[in-house]
DNA sequence: GAGTTTGAAACT
DNA sequence: CAGTTTCAAACTC
């Protein structure tokens, strides 16, 4: 904001513009050397405070590896738009950056927004990849902190999107620089940089330019670079490795995608804003890409106004953020809509598809869903940023950390945010939610947040009128006793709350009760159960992982429900007690506090019993629609020969698909291989359907056994293990007629979960 | 839909 | 840290 960057900056960028050379690459290029400084900037000024423990991220190898290939084709696409858009860009860009440069604060950063939205007419050629950026999960900005990012991931369509992606983290770091979040190291650094401005400005420009002229050859001007450079990208890389380990692993893909073409450039930045040396290949590829970015970020930040993911301690993201929501408020409608949805969607897609595949190959036109719109700034945890920062904490991986309630609040919000119509408004002051980090990861939550009734509201009403939402009456939905407000969302009209103070409209008072709720418990909107499993990994593992390999964090405290009831958490979350657990006569069905899970029929029995009628009757109510979770769960527990055990496992997991969510994350995983689609699981759900999903879908009942012994895959028998009506199943009695491959299931079930590696983060 | 039960969250 | 109160979801009728 007070920086004294912004005279500097301007000075700097004339002399860029006087200079011959970059008087010739501008001919060549609408690209503007300016924004070079303004991206070191605001690395520096963002300086992620937040994520720099944070380096195990397992994707950061992808990124690197990405690396080539997304330059590669960001430059591609540059020079594609550049070829058919012709200067029409370069006017809107330097708009942008001009803007950029004179803006201070959020106020800038709000005129910009709406310049680009009214240069939208000659930025149309990006449109498409302003769809991209509709795509994007606003969780994904929350988690990263940079909403921009997350439009990155939403790249799940052509190269443009990755172009955009790019420009988006381009234009974030920008932004934030804009916002003042210079404040930290930037400022003496700054002054370090202000003379050495020019010389960095040339040395992007240059490199800058270099990249024009090698546009085809990515790995040549890689080469080129020289090894200073490669050192740097290392950092780099790492850096925002580190970043992308705490969010979830969507979101982290997300992020790496952007990374991985505009990150090399934040990261250069940083160093750049540090040591003022070198301008790095990012910056250049940053130049290259500003143009097309600038009108993309216009756009993406219409679209995603969000963002503003406030990670409870992380002030600096958190500012930017409010800047960015601001701005999002003045947006356009629409827009929003399509960009969540597309986000959501083509997160988890992106998701799944990424680690194996590069994101390139993912780019499936997903199809946005225009219709939804509205639930999913509701959906979109704020908190998630807090959960993210919680799994740095904890040093867990994000995958691993995912609630299933949270993911259920992702998945509710979207399926709200798709079926919801309604009116504008909504849907801005919820996509201005602040934090929604890890959607994914918070699946687990989503438990808590959707109750049956809701779901059944929901599920019955078809569209799902009403998101789940809340019921306070005396919290102002400012306290964990709101499920909105722990699972980091705002309240939105299906809730039903009274002197609701969790709304944009709030959004202060939500972030100061949130920070104080931090102070308290750094954890508190971190994800109560913690997966051992990666979604995505356990494909192959997910024999061994059943729901019971997650586990409640501090453990339940039930007296009389025996852990038999959603009363209880972790039978809520749709995981064992742990000795963390101070449950008495705990019989949670997926794993009792003494360690013997499922295996005692009797305790089975006992709570089919006791749930038995409500399960069944709910899961009737309730089968008709359900998550993707519960789907799953009810997939899994479809193996069982009857329908009614079907309906019933969901149900009885809980409607909120604890049991689902534990299912998902075993079938999430087997289906799509995806990392964390739980989050997603919805998104992944409609897009791609997890493959069990279908399977078991197109499956008849009576096809079940088969299935079961055919594929039996390991998550589906636990799932069966976990269902109170599987055990039935299992029983010996039961079994003599049934097929082995229950009995085997059961066993495996029993067996995964003392050896649950339990916690322990797999990467 | 109202009332009860339950256990987490918040408070002391 | 333990005990108590508050709260809202889960559950029952």
Redesign the pocket.
Known sequence: MDTPERSQIGTPVSKFEESPFSNFINSLSPINPTKTIHVSQTFGSLSFTSPPSVFTSPHVSLQKDNKFLRRHLVSDLLKAQLQSDGGNKDPIAEEDTSAEHQSDGLPDVQVRGEEGSGSEGSAKPLEDTSDCATELPRELKYDSGSPRCKAVTSSSSDTRCETNTSTALIQFVQESSIQGSFQTELNSQEVKDGNEEEACDWQSLISGSSDLFIFDSPNVTETSKGSLQKSQQQEETNVFASLLARFPTEQAYHLQNSLQLGSTGCNEALETAQHSTQPTEETELQQTDQPSENLEITSVNEFFPTDSGEKPGKQPFSNLHRGLRRRCLTFEMPRMKRSIDGVLFSSSLSSLQNEDNPPSSNRQPITPRVESSRCIFPGIGLHLNALAAASKDSGISNTEMLSPASQEHLINSLACLRNDEGPAENVIENAEDPSQTSVFAATEDL??N?????RRKFETTGEGESCK?????????L?????CF?AGVYCVEPCS?LDCFNKPIHEDTVLATRKQ?ES??PL?FAP?VIRTSDSAQEIGEDTTRTPASARHK??????????L??????Y?GGVGCSINCR?EGCKNAFGRKDGSSMIGTEVEMDKLQ??EK?ILDRSLDIHGFQDDDDQNSEFAIPMTPSRLYRTSVPLAT???GKPPRSSLGTIGSSSSGLHSVDGPGRSTFLRTQSRIDKHFQSVSVDEIPAVLQNSSPPSISLKKTLSPKSKRISPPHHNNGQPLGLRSSRKLILQSIPSFPSLSPRR
């Open positions: 438990n808590s959707s109750p049956k009734k809701k939402r809340c019921n306070c009456k005396k919290s102002k939905c306290k964990l006793y709101c499920e722990a709350c709720i308290r418990n508190a109560k501090r453990g339940c405290n039930c007296k009389k429900s025996n852990c009831k959603k009363y209880c958490e972790c809520q449950c006791a749930s409500s809980s409607s909120k």
